[in-house]
């Protein structure tokens, strides 16, 4: 079964800098397709970055030059560098695996408990 563990996030000003990690148990990251989602205060979760098994990386418009999801392989663990942080990129942000089968990435999901981010005016 697959587990996995957010940490670090933080709180920061605008325009600052961040990064979350998450760490896998129980299955190779090589074979998992990693998102990460954020929910801000009375707001739906929203997708955030994914990243499959062949390095290829997706990113919601909002984040998209700000962000950087990455693998760390070796170590298992998945990365999101954020920069230029905008409050509303404020939220508990969660990872989620999915693990990859013969058609794709499985429609389970595997989520961490989340981690906070508050970004300041």
């Known amino acids: 079964q697959v587990q996995v563990a957010e940490s670090g996030g933080g709180s920061v000003q605008a325009g600052g800098s961040l990064s979350v990690s998450c760490l896998a148990y129980?299955?190779?990251?090589?074979?998992?397709?990693m998102s990460w989602f954020r929910q801000a205060p009375g707001k739906e979760r929203e997708w955030v970055a994914g990243?499959?098994?062949?390095?290829?990386?997706t990113y919601a418009g909002s984040v998209k030059g700000r962000f950087t999801i990455s693998v760390d392989k070796p170590k298992n663990r998945l990365w999101l560098q954020m920069n230029t942080l905008k409050p509303e990129d404020s939220g508990i942000y969660t990872c989620?695996?999915?693990?990859?089968?013969?058609?794709?990435?499985?429609?389970?999901?595997?989520w961490g408990q989340g981690t906070q981010v508050t970004v300041s005016s």
């Open positions: 989620a695996a999915q693990i990859l089968g013969d058609s794709g990435c499985g429609s389970l999901h595997y």
């Open positions: 129980g299955y190779t990251t090589s074979l998992l397709c």
């Open positions: 990243i499959v098994p062949d390095g290829n990386e």
